[in-house]
């Protein structure tokens, strides 16, 4: 059976020259379609780089990575961002909403790219299903850290991409804000049958996944279901 996303001996160093950094080294994992898994492990220990390399924003030097039956590494630029277009979602630590754009335009950009004729009104259903039907013509500075996460999120969400990546979607909130946005961000992945890959330092958040996979200096250190796993 295809995976959700799968890799095979995979290396991958940012940098140029004598600054140069080997991030991740032979990392070789498997996800299947509609698991949850948590990336989790010290500071450095390659653990967004990896997320970034699954949603093909960083370049493999060598290996396979191969997401929804695609390699991305047989993609050019233009290529990989059609894929991720359609098939990956990405929500960010630090929300990356367009500041000169209100939350429905924000939720709309990925489908106006794509050509959608109906991007605002499917935008408009995304922001309601996050709970912030009331707020689509406020722009990013008029709404809370919360409420800009779950715009980011709804932006993440509305070309309902197969696989959905986030790295520590709750970094930047309050606890109770964080919590929220979990059980949303969960709600949603299950309503809809996405696979979900999270880097997260939060021990509450990894305990909600299928299974976590500890790195450490970019290698996997364990890869264990929930039951068995110590964040």
Known sequence: MVK??????????????ASRVHILQGVSLAVAHGEAVGLV?????????????????????????MVDGQDLTKLDEDELARF??????????????????TALENVAVPLELSGARDAFE??????????LGGRLDHYP??????EQQRVALAR?????????????PTGNLDEATGRQIVDLLFDLKRDRGAT???VTHDPSLAAKCDRTIRLRSGRIESDRPLAAATV
């Open 122 to 131: 499917r935008a408009r259903a995304e922001l309601d299903a996050v709970g």
């Open 41 to 65: 492990g010290p500071s450095g220990s390659g653990k967004s780089t990896l997320l970034m390399a699954m949603a093909g924003l960083e370049r493999a030097d060598s290996g396979r990575i």
């Open 141 to 146: 500075a008029e709404l809370s850290g919360g």
């Open 84 to 101: 991720r277009g359609r098939r990956i979602g990405i929500v960010f630590q630090s929300f990356h909403l367009i500041p000169t754009m």
């Open 196 to 198: 979900l890959v999270l």
């Open 4 to 17: 959700a996303i799968e890799l095979e001996n995979v290396d991958l160093s940012l940098g140029r020259g």
């Open 156 to 168: 993440a969400l509305v070309a309902d991409p197969a696989i959905l990546v986030a790295d520590e």
